[in-house]
C-alpha cells in the first residue's frame, strides 16, 4: 500500500489548509489553493496541470490581505472563487474575482465581488451549489446560516435569510446537496442536520454522530459520506438515517476530509492528520451489504475497501479536491503547503 | 343289335337286382366296396358280383380274354350257376309265402281276442268310477279332523317358542351362573326377533327380565374385557359377543383405546417422576442411585404391563393398529417431551444418557408388540431432534455462562469498585469460564458418546458432526455475543441490533479491552485445546459428506477472532482518545488564546490528562500482558536519532524565534523534516500494555497538536503551551514507553503553538523549571496524604 511518489508535487511559501478545483475551467484542470499564515502575506494560487498531465504551472498568484482558512471556487465561473480569512480576532469571508491577466505573472490585487459582512462569530466556510449557476450562497459561522443572493455582474451580496443553530450547536461545517439546490447538511458537535433552504428550517439530522466533514455523492442520489471525529467513515442514505449504510476503517488518527469523485460512483478520498491520503471504493460494499446478509460467509471473501494509501506527505493533509474535468485527477494539500496532484488510473475499477 | 333286344331284358334284369340286392342289402355294399379302378382283365371278371356290372363289358372282356375251352369252361359254369341261383329265388319265394300265411292265421286269430275285450273295459272302468267315488268320501270324513290336528301341532310349536321365551330368563340365568355367555347369547338372539314383534304387548315381562339377564351378561362381558386378568381370548370372545348382541362395541373399544391413553398418561407422569427423581438425586451422588433404579423398574414393569395391554387391545379389536402406531407414537412423543423439558432445565448429560436408555428399552418393549408403528424409527427421530436439542441449549448455557462472566465487569464499575483489580478479575473469570465450560461440554457430550445403549449409538457419527458444527456455531455466535456488547456489530446484523444495540458511550472502555483480550485468549489458547478434544474423541463423524469439509474449523474461528481482538483493541483506543480528545476540545475552545494571561501555572487540564492516563494504565495492568523490553529497543530506533538531532536545532530556533524570521524558521522546520526519518507514530499496535499505552499517549499527543494548529496565540498563550508541554515531558516518561516519539510529539505541539502565535517568545528555561517544579511539588503533596 506505500504509494510512491507518483505525484506532481508544488510548494506553496507558506502552510496552508485548502485547496479547491476550479470547476467552470472547461479547458484546463486547474485548482485554487490558498496560504493560512498568520504573519506573512497570504496569497491565493491558480494551479494548472499541464497538458501532458507531467507538471503543475502557476497560472497566477494573488496576495491576499489575511490567512485563508476556506477557499472556494465558483461552479459556474472560473474567476470567481470565495473565501474565508481571519487574522487574529478578526474574521470574514468574501468573494472575489480574478482579474485579467494579461500574461503577466506579478502579484495583482484580487477584485472582490463581494463581502459576506454580518457574521458575528468565527465563520466555517462559504458554499456554492455545486452542480451549475445558482444564484444563492450559503455561507456557515458557528452558530448561524445565512443564504445570500448573489448578483456577480453588479457585485452585490444581499443575506436572503439568516437562521441560528441553536445556541448549544457549534457548528463546524457543511455541504451542499449536488442533487437538490434546497438542501444542505451541516456538521456540529454531536450530529450531523440536514436544512431546508427554502423554510431555513432543519428537518432531519443525524445524532450521535461527532463529524468531521461531509460530501454529498454526486453521482448517487440520498447518499452522505461522513468523516467521524475520531476516526473511520459512515456511510449514510439520507432516508435512513439509523445506521450507516456502510463504514470504512478511515485513518489511525483524525480522518479531517472526505471527497466523493464526481464521476465514478463509489470512489472516495479521504485525508487525515496522520499524513496519509487514502482512496476507497465503497461501492462494492454497499452493494453486496444485502448478500451478505448470511454470517456464514467467511470474513475473507469481503473486498478490502482500501484501494490505495499515499502517504508521501510530511504534514497532515488538510485540502482535497477531485477534478471535476479528469475525474481520476485529484490534488491533495498538506499543511506544510505541498499541492500533490495524483491520478488514480491505475486503481479505477474495471467497467 | 343286342343293345336294342337286350334293353328290356335289361330293365327287368336289373329290377331284379335292386330286389335281391335290397333284400341282401350286404350285396351292394360289398360290390361296391371293390374297387373302382380295377379295370384289369382279372378284376373285370369278378365285377359279375358288383352292381356296375356290365353285361356287354363282360361279355367281349371275356371273349377275348378266354379261349375256346374257356369260353365253354366259363359257360359252363355260368349255366350252372344260373340253375343254382334260380332254385335258390324259388326257395325265397315259397318261404316267404309261408309267412304270409302264417302272419293271416296269427291276424285272425287276433280278430276273434279283441272282440271279448271291448265289454272288460267297461267293467274296469265302472270298478275305478267307485274306487274314486268311494275315496272321496273318506276324504271329506277325514278333512275336518286332519285340520285339526295341523292346528294343534302349530299351536304346540308356539306353546314350545312361548315356553322357550318364558324360559329365557331361567335359563339366561342359569348360563351366567355357569359362565356360558355364548350360549346365553345364542338364545337371546334367537328369542330376539319374537321380542321383537311381540315385546310390546305379550311379553313384556318376559323381555324386561330378559333384557335385565343380558343387561348382567353385557356387564359381565364388559368387566371381562377390561379385565386384564382374563385371557386374551376370553376377552376377544366376549367383545364378538357383545358384538352380536349389537352392543356399541366402538364405545368400547373407544374407551378401552381410553384407557390405554389414561395408562399412557400415568406412565408418562412416572417417567417424568423418574427424571425429576435422578436430577434430584444428582445433586447428592450415590446415595440417591438406589431409589433412581427401582423407579426406573417401576417404570419399567409399567410399560411392560402397557404393551401387554396395547398387544391385548390389537387382538381383541382387528384393523385397530393405526390407531395403535398412533397411541405408541404419542407415548414415544411425550417421552421425547419430557426429555426436551429436561434439557431446557440444563440436565446433565448423564441424566439425559439414562432418559435415553429408558426410552430405548420402552421403544423395544412396544416395538415387539406393534411392528407397524415402526417406533424405532420414529424414536431415532425424535432422538435426532432431542440430541440436537440438547447440544445446542448446552452450547447457550454456555455462551450465556460466558457473558456473564464478561458483563459483570460492566455490572461491577457502575456500582463503585470494591475490588483493587475489578478488570483482572472479570479477566480472569471470564477466561475460566471458556475453557472450564467448554471442558465441561465436552465431557457432558462425551458421556453422550460413550453410551453404548440402541438410540444414541445411532446417532453417534450424527452426534459428533453436531457437536462440531455446535462448536463452531458457538464462537461465531460468542464473537456477535462480544460484537453487540460493544455495540461495534456487523451491518449484516442490524436488525437484531435495532433492539439491543447499546450506545456506543456506555459501554465501559474496559470491558471492550477485557473483550480484546478475551478474544485473544481464545483464539491462541482455548481454540488449540478445543481442537485437540475434538480430534482426540470428535472425530471422524463424516455424515456429512466429505465435500463439505469438517464441519469444525479452527483456522476460521481463529481468524474471526484474532480480527475481532485486533477490532476491539482499536475499538478500546478509540474510545480512550475519543475521551482524550474532548478533554482537550474543552480545553482549547474555552479561553480567548489570543487575550490569554501571562501563565502561573501548569494548567489543570494537564492533571485531567494524566489522569486519564493513569486509568487507562490501571486498565491495561490488569488486563494484558506485559511486552518484552519494548522500552530498549525503541530508544534504538530512528525516532530518537531523529528528535535528538531535531532538539537543538528547535531550542535554538525556539531561543531567537522573536526575531521576525517565520519564513526562515518554516524553511528549517521543512529542511528538518527533509533530514530527519519520518517519525512513525502510527506503528502497529500490540496486546500489551506498552504498546496500547502508549498508543494513546501518542494519538493524544497529535490531537494535541492538531487542536493547538486551529487557535491563533498571544505570547502569552504560547507560554502556557509551553509550560504545560513541559511538564507533560517530565510527567509522560513514566508513562508511556515510547519515549522518543513522545519527545517527538511533544516538541511538535511547542513548534505548531509557535507558528500559530503572533509573538512567540519562549519562557526562559529557569522559569519553567521553577513552574513546573512547583507543580510537581504540589501533585505529589496531594498524592501523599492521599
Known sequence: ?351 | MEIEGGAPLDDKAKRMRDLLSSFYSSDPSSASSLPPNTSSRFATLDTINTASFNADQYMNLLVQKSNMEGLLQKHVEMAAEIKNLDTDLQMLVYENYNKFISATDTIKRMKNNIVGMETNMEQLLEKIMSVQSRSDGVNTSLFEKREHIEKLHRTRNLLRKVQFIYDLPARLEKCIKSEAYADAVRYYTGAMPIFKAYGDSSFQDCQRQSEEAVAIIINNLQGKVFSDAESIQARAEAVMLLKQLDFPVESLKVKLFEKLEQFLVNLNFDSKELTDSSVDVNGSLDPGRVPHAASATAHEASVREFAEAVRAYKVIFLDSEPQLSKLAQDFVTKHFEATHQQIEKQIHSADLVTIFRVIWTDVLLLDEVLPEASLPDFAFQSACVAVKDYISSAFSHFLLHISDAVTKVQGRQKEQIEEDYPLQVALEASQKAVLQGSMNVFLEFRRLLDENSGLLLKLRDLTIDWVQEGFQDFFRKLDDHFRLLTGKSNVASQEVNLLERMPGDKVAAGLVLVLAQLSLFIEQSAIPRITEEIASSFSGGGVRGSEYGPAFVPADICRTFRSSGEMFLHLYINMRTQKISVLLKKRFAAPNWVKHKEPREVHMFVDLLLQEFEEIRTEAKQVLPQGINRKHRRTDSNGSTASSRSNPLRDDRLNRSNTQKARSQLLETHLAKLFKQKMEIFTKVEQTQESVITTIVKLSLKSLQEFVRLQTFNRSGFQQIQLDVHFLKSTLKHIAEDEAAVDFLLDEVIVSTAERCLDPVPLEPPILDRLVQTKLAKTSEQSLPS
Open chain 1, 1 to 351: 500500500m506505500q504509494g510512491g511518489s507518483t505525484g506532481i508535487g508544488y510548494g506553496l511559501k507558506y502552510q496552508a489548509r485548502c485547496i479547491s478545483d476550479v470547476k467552470a475551467d472547461t479547458d484546463h484542470t486547474s485548482f485554487l489553493t490558498g496560504t493560512l499564515s498568520l504573519k506573512e502575506e497570504n496569497e491565493v494560487h491558480l494551479l494548472r496541470l499541464s497538458s501532458g498531465g507531467t507538471e503543475l504551472i502557476c497560472e497566477g498568484l494573488f496576495s491576499h490581505p489575511n490567512e485563508i482558512w476556506d477557499l472556494a471556487s465558483c461552479p459556474f465561473d472560473q474567476r470567481i472563487f470565495s473565501t474565508v480569512f481571519s487574522s487574529g480576532e478578526t474574521y470574514g469571508a468574501a468573494v472575489w474575482q480574478i482579474p485579467e491577466l494579461y500574461g503577466q505573472l506579478s502579484s495583482p490585487q484580487l477584485e472582490s465581488v463581494a463581502s459576506l459582512d454580518g457574521h458575528t462569530c468565527k465563520i466555517r466556510c462559504v458554499l456554492w451549489w455545486p452542480t451549475g449557476r445558482h444564484d444563492k450562497l450559503v455561507s456557515v459561522d458557528e452558530q448561524n446560516l445565512f443564504l445570500w443572493s448573489l448578483d456577480t455582474s453588479k457585485k452585490t451580496a444581499q443575506v436572503q435569510a439568516q437562521e441560528s443553530a441553536g445556541m448549544l450547536h457549534y457548528l463546524t461545517g457543511g455541504a451542499w446537496d449536488p442533487h437538490d439546490s434546497n438542501s444542505i447538511s451541516l456538521t456540529c458537535d454531536s450530529s450531523v442536520q440536514l436544512w431546508d433552504l427554502r423554510t431555513m428550517k432543519k428537518i432531519n439530522s443525524i445524532e450521535h454522530a461527532h463529524v468531521r466533514n461531509v460530501d454529498y455523492d454526486m453521482k448517487k442520489r440520498y447518499t452522505l459520506v461522513t468523516a467521524e471525529d475520531e476516526s473511520g467513515i459512515h456511510i449514510w442514505d439520507l432516508r435512513n438515517l439509523k445506521f450507516p449504510v456502510a463504514d470504512l476503517p478511515g485513518h489511525p488518527h483524525w480522518t479531517w476530509t472526505v471527497k466523493c469523485n464526481p464521476v465514478y460512483e463509489g470512489l472516495i478520498l479521504s485525508a487525515g492528520t496522520d499524513s496519509a491520503v487514502n482512496l476507497w471504493l465503497a461501492s462494492s460494499l454497499g452493494r453486496n451489504d444485502s448478500a451478505s446478509d448470511s454470517l456464514a460467509a467467511p470474513p475473507t471473501r469481503r473486498i478490502e475497501p482500501l484501494l490505495n494509501s499515499y502517504n508521501d506527505y510530511e504534514d497532515s493533509v488538510y485540502g482535497l479536491a477531485w477534478s471535476s474535468r479528469e475525474p481520476w485527477v485529484f490534488a491533495s494539500l498538506s499543511y506544510d503547503g505541498r499541492v500533490v496532484v495524483e491520478s488514480i488510473k491505475p486503481h479505477l475499477p474495471r467497467k
